[in-house]
Structure formats: structure tokens, C-alpha cells
């Protein structure tokens, strides 16, 4: 956190000290669980947020690859039917996952990113807003939505993933700066997709009960804007 003025140069050890006293509730366990969507902000400290943000964008940014999928061209040109639309998930957005030999993941270690994200109170806040118990073993991963970046309609259903087939849990952190941005998580509700979430808040804390059907528009922003997501991928336990 900040110390007489001065950025935050490491992640705290424990992720409770990122919190702010509504994020220490839940971190308690009086929260509702994700059902299938749960989306909240000011559960992060305000200033702890965009110092998050600022050390993100000054030290991890320049670690992450772009991970982009357009629209095959084929969805149109192959289509021989009215009505016949099938469209595979569509992204642009940078990444990089936080596990194994990667340069981002050894910058997320000496960051503190990688200790804090393996704290005990991460792990109890995550199954607080699961509502049940989560295995052991986790993936992390960091995105960062420029301008006009997105993610289209997806639903994270891994069925050929026998430990993710019946369900698991994502726990997002999201970090943007100072200043007028906005991006909005659309998900499904009734079969349809008619429910609309900003999620381009400072310390904004989200949780998914995947798979169900959501996306994300455009992240809209100054031209140097950034909206940056630490993501935690849950298996339940069993």
C-alpha cells in the first residue's frame, strides 16, 4: 500500500491488505456466492487500486503477448443457409499466464503478484464468493483491454476437461487508472443475453459460477488507457 506518498512498488503478501474494510466482510464470509455472476466494486482500497494499477502498467505490461482470434472470414463466405451464423469465440486483448518459465510469470514473483495471489486470505476470499470449497491447484493469468479491445460471446465450458466439465470458479481483480473509461460484461440470464455490468471500476472484484454464456464489449478510454484483469481459474474440490 501507499507509504507517505509513495507507489506501491511490491503486492502485499497477503491479499486481505489489499482490501478494504466491505472487501474484509466478504473476506469473512458474509458475501453472496456468484450465481452466475457477481460483480462488485469498492471491495479494494481506492488508493491501493490505482497504485496497483500504476506498478501493473509500469512493470508486467511490457511482459504480455497479444492474444487476438477475428472472425473467420468463412462465417460469411462458407454460409449457404439463411440464419445459419456460427460463430467461434472472438478476442483482442494482451495477456500472459503467471505459472511455469515464462518472463512474466518470473516478473509477477518479483512484483510480489505471484505470493500475494497464493496467500491464504486470496484463497479464503475466492471460496467465500464461490460458496463452496476450492481445490488446491489454480491458474492465473493477467489481461490488460486497450482501447477497442474485447472479448466475444463465450461460455468457458471445458467439457473435455473432466475436473472442469461440471463447472469451476474464476475470481477476477480488475485494475484501471484515473480518469473516464468504461467496458461492460453482458451475460445471460433467461437465454438471453440481457444483463449488462461495468466493469471498468478501480478494484473492481468479480466472480463467475462458469460456464454460462457472457461477454465483453470494447473497453472504451483515452488512447493510453487500460483496463488490467489478475485472473484466478478455481477447480471445486471434491
Known amino acids: 500500500a501507499r507509504a507517505d506518498g509513495?507507489?506501491?512498488?511490491r503486492f502485499p503478501a497477503e491479499f486481505a491488505d489489499l482490501l478494504s474494510p466491505a472487501g474484509r466482510r466478504v473476506l469473512a464470509g458474509r458475501a453472496p456466492a456468484a450465481d452466475p455472476f457477481l460483480a462488485r466494486g469498492g471491495l479494494i482500497e481506492r488508493g491501493r487500486a490505482l497504485d496497483a494499477y500504476a506498478l501493473l502498467e509500469r512493470v508486467l505490461a511490457a511482459h504480455l503477448k497479444p492474444m487476438i482470434r477475428a472472425i473467420p472470414p468463412e462465417?460469411?463466405?462458407n454460409q449457404t443457409r439463411n440464419f445459419q451464423e456460427r460463430l467461434p469465440k472472438t478476442v483482442r486483448v494482451r495477456s500472459a499466464h503467471l505459472d511455469g518459465r515464462a518472463r512474466a510469470a518470473s516478473v509477477a514473483r518479483e512484483i510480489g503478484l505471484d505470493a500475494m495471489l497464493r496467500s491464504a486470505s486470496?484463497?479464503?476470499f475466492a471460496e467465500a464468493l464461490a460458496g463452496r470449497a476450492l481445490a488446491p491447484d489454480f491458474g492465473?493469468?493477467?489481461l490488460r483491454y486497450a482501447p477497442g479491445d474485447y472479448s466475444g460471446p463465450h461460455t468457458d465450458h471445458h467439457p473435455e476437461d473432466g475436473r472442469a466439465a461440471g463447472g469451476y470458479f474464476d475470481l477476477h481483480l480488475g485494475f484501471v487508472g484515473k480518469?473516464?473509461?468504461r467496458q461492460l460484461l453482458v451475460y445471460a440470464r433467461d437465454g438471453h443475453l440481457s444483463v449488462a455490468v461495468d466493469v471498468a471500476r478501480p478494484g473492481l472484484v468479480s466472480a463467475y459460477r462458469l460456464p454460462f454464456w457472457h461477454y465483453t464489449t470494447p473497453f472504451?478510454?483515452?488512447p493510453r488507457a487500460a483496463r488490467w484483469v489478475i485472473l484466478g481459474t478455481f477447480y471445486y474440490r471434491t
Open 220 to 222: 472504451e478510454g483515452p
Open 6 to 9: 509513495v507507489s506501491l512498488r
Open 140 to 142: 492465473r493469468q493477467a
Open 122 to 124: 486470496y484463497r479464503d
Open 75 to 77: 462465417t460469411i463466405a
Open 179 to 181: 480518469g473516464r473509461a
